[in-house]
């Protein structure tokens, strides 16, 4: 059923991308910068961008026992454009995370894991610096196992998500852009939040 639910999203939604887009080329003249029936080289139809995370996190529980986590992460991407307003490619993200348990004990338990993710994203731009997006996601994660000692095994644990949203970007060359995703597969009983925002660096876009 989520499935079906992810798939009809997807379809709605660019479809009135599309016809957005659609209506804004035809009521421009030939002389703006869409692209004309000239081949373009590969190279040009390509962009790039990449986003940047670095996070603290404390708590405590009863007073005693308490955590802190610090992550770092990078998200790399390359879109091809098909023509000015639709293009797709490859996303990844890597996340470093360290975490501390401190049970109360006297004794600190660490953490520490890799956490990646890839997939394809669709993106539809029919405003200058507004932009629709689709994305599917793989990831794997590391999660605390078993105790040993001073440290927590590592399990692996994968998931999917796919991420429908909309964007904006600042336009030019270099431009920054803040993205708002939601996860239609998200069950609704686990403790990952279906929603995703995010900052990064285009170039090209």
Known sequence: MKNIVAITGIIVLFALCIDTAEAQRTSRSSTDDYFDDRPAAFKDRLWYGGGFNIGFQGSSFNGRNSSSAFNLGVSPKVGYKFNKWLSAGPRAELLWLTQRYDFGSGDVVKFNTFNVGIGPFLRAKPLENFFAQAEFQYLN????????????????????????????????????ELVLLYDLLDEGNTANL????????????
């Open 194 to 205: 279906p929603i995703d925002f995010r900052f990064g660096l285009t170039w090209n876009f």
């Open 141 to 176: 994660v590391g999660v605390p196992g078993r105790q040993n000692g001073s440290s927590f095994e590592t399990v692996r644990l994968s998931d999917e998500r796919f991420w429908v949203g909309a964007g904006y970007t600042s336009g030019g060359a270099v431009a920054t």
